[in-house]
């Protein structure tokens, strides 16, 4: 027989696979979740964006004239009443003369009305005296003639022409005493009063043309910082045409919009700390007004809440957001290939492992989209 001897060194035995691997990567896993989950979660300064706004005027003149003298300019702050800019106008000041000569005038005239000519009165006076003289020869000729009337001497024809003539010299001196009392008194009531109307319309002509006058001093109706100046020196302005633009930076507010579910809590008088990074400070804001609206939404329609929307206006970015997800499938694969490779009877545990990491995740998602609504 022959035997046959071989130099191969002896098999060793094969080295058991490790369970505690499997264990040590979930581990490490869910750690590197719960850290993305605390990071995405975590209260973070929401950025809005909005405006600031600030009491502003236009300041413009009620008068038109020409620019003769510029009290401001761009990036200047001004005072309440300073001036702004001076006009001249030749017509307005025109009108104040003419309106200044119509009130002597009219002043003129109620002194002539409420006086009387003493020539006047005489002449009333002396008109009087004729009549009642008249009055006299024509009583002293009725007299005579019913006296000789009574001896036949007159018909009654002349009787009555001398009754006649007795009735006509009495009126004509009741006419000559009225006018004698009329030119004593003066004017009526009636034409004093419209005189003094007259005066008092003149009166307000002035003032009117005064304030005309006034008016082509432009000042500032109230105290900031001149943000716009459309004017020139020796340019001819127009009423109502701007002049100046002036902004009260001491009231400056700011406006912007919010999500409904982040007005929970909110209302009006509640004062909030603002970080605006244009001014890189801090300041304290306070709510004035607050407008909310019923949300009505339709399924079928493109919406703005689905996990990775809300993580993406929660501040954690695109570019968080697609590291969360990554992170997310990366684990869940290479869970996979680990139990494949080692131990495939802890598939089911592995898999519920990772269901229980999505559901922390994304409860944790829910809570912070809760607690900043």
């Keep these: 027989m022959t035997s046959i001897s071989s130099d191969l060194p ?20 869910a750690a590197l979740v719960a850290g993305l989950v605390w990071y995405a979660t975590r209260p973070v300064a929401m950025l809005v964006q909005g405006e600031a706004e600030a009491p502003r005027v236009d300041v ?3 008068v038109p004239g020409r620019v003769v ?3 401001a300019d761009v990036g200047d702050r001004v005072e309440q009443g300073a001036l702004l800019v001076r006009l001249e106008n030749a017509q307005l000041t025109t009108n104040l003369g003419a309106a200044q000569a119509a009130l002597v005038v009219a002043q003129r005239n109620e002194t002539a009305i409420g006086a009387t000519r003493p020539e006047i009165i005489r002449a009333r006076e002396a008109e009087l005296a004729a009549a009642e003289a008249d009055l006299q020869l024509a009583q002293e000729a009725a007299t005579r003639d ?11 024809a002349v009787i009555e022409q001398s009754a006649r003539n007795l009735a006509a010299a009495e009126r004509k001196v009741e006419a000559a005493q009225a006018q004698l009392d009329l030119a004593r008194a003066g004017a009526s009531p009636e034409e004093r009063a419209v005189a003094a109307a007259q005066v008092d319309q003149a009166r307000a002509a002035i003032g009117q043309a005064e304030a005309n006058i006034d008016e082509l001093n432009v000042t500032a109706p109230q105290g900031g910082q001149v943000t716009g100046r459309m004017v020139e020196l020796g340019e001819n302005v ?17 406006t912007f919009n919010i999500r409904e579910n982040l007005l929970g809590g909110l209302k009006v008088g509640d004062r909030l700390r603002v ?12 709510v004035t007004l607050m407008r909310r609206a019923l949300r009505r939404e339709r399924f079928w329609h493109p919406h703005r809440d689905h996990y990775y929307q809300r993580l993406v206006r929660a501040g954690f970015g695109h570019r968080g957001t697609l590291a969360v997800y990554g992170a997310l499938m990366v684990g869940c694969g290479a869970t ?6 080692w131990r ?30």
């Design 336 to 341: 996979a290939v680990a139990c494949a490779a």
């Design 60 to 62: 413009s003149a009620r």
């Design 275 to 286: 970080q605006v990074p244009a001014l890189d400070a801090q300041v304290d804001a306070t």
């Design 69 to 71: 003298e510029l009290g």
């Design 146 to 156: 019913q006296a000789l009337e009574q001896r036949g001497v007159r018909s009654q």
């Design 10 to 29: 002896p098999s060793k035995p094969a080295r058991p696979r490790s369970r505690v691997l499997p264990y040590v990567v979930l581990l490490i896993l």
């Design 344 to 373: 495939t009877e802890a598939g089911p545990l592995a898999l519920a492992a990772w269901v229980a990491i999505v559901a922390l995740v994304f409860g944790g998602i829910d809570y912070h989209w809760r607690q900043r609504g």
């Design 238 to 254: 127009g009423a109502g045409a701007p002049l100046f633009t002036i902004v009260d930076l001491n009231g400056t507010w700011f």
